[in-house]
DNA sequence: TATGATTATCTAACACCGTTAGCAAAAGTA
DNA sequence: TACTTTTGCTAACGGTGTTAGATAATCATA
């Protein structure tokens, strides 16, 4: 039985140069250069090929979404685990989730929409589940701390991520418009008050 | 001399006619729906004469892009001459940005990108220029106010910005993710906590 | 080993998209 | 009326996502 096995590995070979390929137009020309006939193209197969491992466009672009909160779950798991102090932790958090913005462009801009336009199932990805709970841990571990006990540990966490989210998505959109030194003390600035804040 | 006149006065209809039915389709299907196919077909004439009045598509958007910073600096303004206090005014000033943002929804997407790939142009509109004057008056001055020089109104104003568009485009990308409510004590949580820190 | 079924693959098309060259008709001018 | 300018059109080019239907290769079985 090892034919069909082979056959199996042959057409997973496929499928993983179709990724391969598409990883690599995006990483050169951005995700509007992306399309089904340059992968058939570059990987010398003919356009329906394509058609045959994921069923259109979008599942493509839903398979990097995975990718990318895979990946970022781990970048901020990593940052997380350098610290047992909360405040340190979201701050080391927010680093990463900086950093990973920026050298991983790609992939955040398919996950947030910056700049293109995501495929409506990348809005509710059971992945982001994953790195919401990774700031929500510390950031009620601060509030518990805190003697104010109307602050909501679910709102703190959408101001968190609105706040990192805004920066970035400014950042990548007017590219040249501020120096990185700035941006970064933007991010800090921004960090350290809304912690302040949280600890009452 | 009246025949020429007559003539600009039917090729400017023309040109209002492309930018009404354009906005019309945007607002009913979204940007990603607007070709000029179709606005040719709807304002009954054949392609070539929407590329007479804007040079590529790219052109129509810009148009749009310039409307949109105008209605926003007007609203922006009225916002802000409701009171003369500084930390009033921005509070103003950020719920009008909110409340355009959603009102005004197709503008704030063009304008910012928000899941759609704005054209290169828009991102240097010196229309930009006027609403970002609008936010660093009052925030100079509670800044004067404060003892602590070191801290930087271009830096703050960086921030302010971000908090309000990390926000305001994550509510748009995550429709039902959460109630409208909530949402808006998020916003009112980030900017009082960010005026607070202003104080110092 | 020949036959029938399955799989792999391709060609060619459909319906869109932005954009433009070149021509016909209309309108204005002399 | 004859000439010039403007206006508008048809038809194409090259690109997109997607799919129907034919063909060639491979496999399983008699």
New binding site residues.
């Given amino acids: 039985m090892g034919?069909t096995e082979r056959?199996i590995r042959q057409?997973d070979g496929?499928r993983s140069s179709i990724l391969d390929t598409a990883w690599k137009i995006v990483r050169e020309d951005g995700w509007q250069s992306?399309?089904?006939?340059?992968i058939a193209d570059a990987i010398e197969?003919?356009?329906?090929?394509v058609?045959?491992h994921f069923e259109?466009?979008?599942a493509i672009l839903l398979e990097f979404g995975k990718q990318g909160y895979c990946l970022l779950s781990n970048r901020l798991q990593e940052a997380k685990d350098t610290s047992e102090d909360p405040a340190e932790q979201l701050q080391r958090i927010a680093d990463a989730y900086w950093h990973f913005a920026f050298t991983e462009k790609e992939y955040y801009q398919l996950m947030f929409g910056v700049n293109i336009s995501c495929c409506e199932t990348e809005k509710c990805l059971p992945e982001k589940e994953v790195f919401r709970n990774m700031v929500m841990d510390p950031l009620s571990k601060l509030l518990a701390k805190n003697q104010d006990k109307t602050v909501n540990a679910c709102l703190k966490y959408h101001t968190f991520w609105s706040i990192m989210h805004g920066l970035i998505s400014i950042k990548m959109l007017n590219n040249p418009d501020i120096a990185d030194e700035l941006n970064k003390l933007v991010l800090d600035d921004a960090i350290q008050g809304f912690i302040k804040n949280l600890q009452g």
Avoid: G
């Fill in positions: 034919i056959r057409k496929v992306l399309s089904i006939r340059k197969y003919s356009v329906p090929v058609y045959d259109n466009k979008e």
